[in-house]
């Protein structure tokens, strides 16, 4: 092989992944394999951190060998990952004193809800973006500390490490030498300092949590050790949590600029340059990366039932055999038809924060069927995205010319056009729909030189680009009927249930 290569380790929720890029940001090829969910308890999601580890590092043997890569001709590895997930281990053995906890697990939520009626909310979002929430890695650090046998005397006398997914990847590829983090997943553990990139002294002895546990943080493009590969060492040069790397991927390098990925939910992140803005709406405020010790901000919103909406569509009502169906049976709906359907399933997020709404389906009349249903719910996921749009903008006095879109779920044209129509600007949907790895591989490429920035702005490619063609006043209408629907699902079930 002549050109050289670039590695992104793509270590999600369900699966690891190992995908090949070429100069072109093209991919050459993927490797994949899922791996155990555990759930303990209600409420609680574990992975087993060496099957985390073993799956992603046979991922990438099984991407090298396909390919027959030499080590010359891989430029760099770059590394993203599920965010938040905790795991501690021993730094002697290597091996994790509990499962990883994943960042679904509520396990901590009492104790969180305790240190917002002791009046830490302000504070921990001035310092760290975020809103107090056992989501982070803050509690499920100090919960292993605390509920695991001996943890934390071994933690005090220096011989456990902490790390969030990526730092345990670097940690095992480069045998126990580098113990690091990006600033992208330092700033969704609730003890960095979002304004400094450095960890909080105040936050990491409020969650009694020893020093001599956390990892180093570096840029996000950064040289972070190396892989020995056929006795050759091969540099790990980028890592960024998931959502974070999208946004890198989907080349939103500049201040105002927001992609949105439609998968199980919706994660929306809006670039806001060199300044963090503090939402007014519940949305979080995040390092988007950091590169040449400059952080990057964003703004981020979620929308926790997106594509779920259309497996509801097809396991539960079984209106579908696949998502994908979804778009035909939509096409067949009544143009006329007002139905709008809530998919509050588990209650709204972000901007509408009611945990007691639940899901409703309005306006059915005589004649609404399947196909009035399935579109109402494609059209759910855009209208959320548009309200969460519309606090972003509120929320940093940035007007979006256009969206960057990627995710399982916009494969679906009818919803890509809805997007656009509803938004009244474009939907851009990219050739690489991976922009997870494709963010990764771009910050490993920009440190060793093998992609600049100005190459990177050029290399998306537009698979299609999405106008609006609704006409506005069709829009307002439609936005209207939406928030009624909202509104009436709202405190549907009582806070004691
Ligand atoms: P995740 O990374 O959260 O697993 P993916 O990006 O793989 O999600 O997208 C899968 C989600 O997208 C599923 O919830 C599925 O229902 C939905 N989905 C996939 N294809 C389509 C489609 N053509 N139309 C609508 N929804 C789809």
């Known amino acids: 092989m002549t050109e050289q290569l670039i590695i992104a380790l793509d270590q999600g929720t369900t699966s690891s992944r ?3 890029f070429n100069h072109d940001a093209d991919i050459v090829d993927v490797s994949q394999q899922e791996f155990t969910q555990h759930f303990p308890k209600p409420g609680w999601v574990e992975h087993d951190a060496n099957e985390i580890w073993n799956s992603q590092f046979m991922v990438l043997q099984k991407l090298a060998a396909n390919n027959q890569l030499r080590p010359t001709d891989i430029a760099a590895i770059g590394i993203t990952n599920q965010r938040e997930t905790t795991i501690v281990w021993n ?12 960042w679904q697990d509520r396990r901590t939520a009492a104790k969180c809800d305790e240190l917002s009626a002791a009046g830490w909310n302000d504070k921990i979002q001035h310092k760290t973006g975020l809103v107090i929430d056992a989501y982070f890695s803050a509690s499920k650090v100090q919960w292993i500390l605390d509920n695991v046998d001996g943890a934390r005397d071994q933690a005090e006398a220096g011989n456990l490490l902490f790390g969030t997914v990526d730092t345990w990847i670097i940690w095992n590829l480069t045998e126990g030498q580098v113990h690091a983090t990006d600033a992208s997943n330092a700033a969704r553990t609730m003890l960095l300092n979002i304004n400094t990139g450095e960890w909080d002294q105040e936050l990491v002895e409020l969650f009694n949590i020893p020093t001599s546990m956390l990892p180093d ?12 590969f056929q006795g050759v060492d091969v540099p790990i040069a980028g890592v960024a949590g998931d959502q974070q790397a999208a946004l890198f991927g989907q080349t939103c390098f500049e201040k105002g600029m927001a992609k949105n990925t439609y998968g199980t939910g919706c994660f929306m992140l809006m670039n806001t340059g060199g300044q963090r803005i503090d939402s007014e709406s519940g949305l979080l405020s995040t390092i988007a990366w950091s590169i040449n010790g400059e952080i990057t901000y964003a703004l981020e919103g979620s929308v926790f039932i997106a594509g779920a909406a259309v497996q509801w569509l097809r396991d539960e009502l079984k209106f579908i055999e696949s998502a994908s169906e979804s778009e035909a049976l939509a096409l067949e709906a009544n143009p006329e038809s007002d139905v709008v359907v809530v998919p509050a399933f588990t ?3 972000a901007p509408y924060w009611d945990m007691y709404a639940r899901g409703a389906i309005f306006g059915l009349t005589r004649d609404s069927g399947r196909a009035e249903i399935a579109k109402a719910t494609l059209q759910s996921l855009a209208y959320q995205i548009f309200d969460v749009l519309t606090a972003m903008e509120k929320d940093s006095g940035i007007e979006l010319k256009q969206l960057n879109v990627d995710g399982g779920a916009i494969a679906n044209d009818f919803l890509a056009q809805f997007q656009a129509d509803v938004l009244q600007k474009p939907v851009t949907r990219p050739q690489v729909l991976e922009s997870t790895a494709l963010g990764a591989a771009y910050l490993a490429g920009l440190k060793v030189g093998y992609w600049n920035m100005n190459d990177l702005s050029k290399v998306r490619e537009i698979e299609r680009e999405f106008k609006p063609k609704l006409a506005p006043q069709k829009i307002t209408a439609l936005l209207k009927q939406w928030h009624k629907a909202v509104a009436r699902s709202k405190q549907w079930i009582d806070a004691d249930e």
């Open 217 to 228: 943080v570096r840029d996000s493009s950064a040289s972070f050790g190396s892989v020995s």
């Open 347 to 349: 209650g709204l997020g």
């Open 91 to 102: 730094k002697k053995t290597g091996k994790p004193v509990y499962n990883a906890i994943v």
């Open 18 to 20: 190992a995908v090949l």
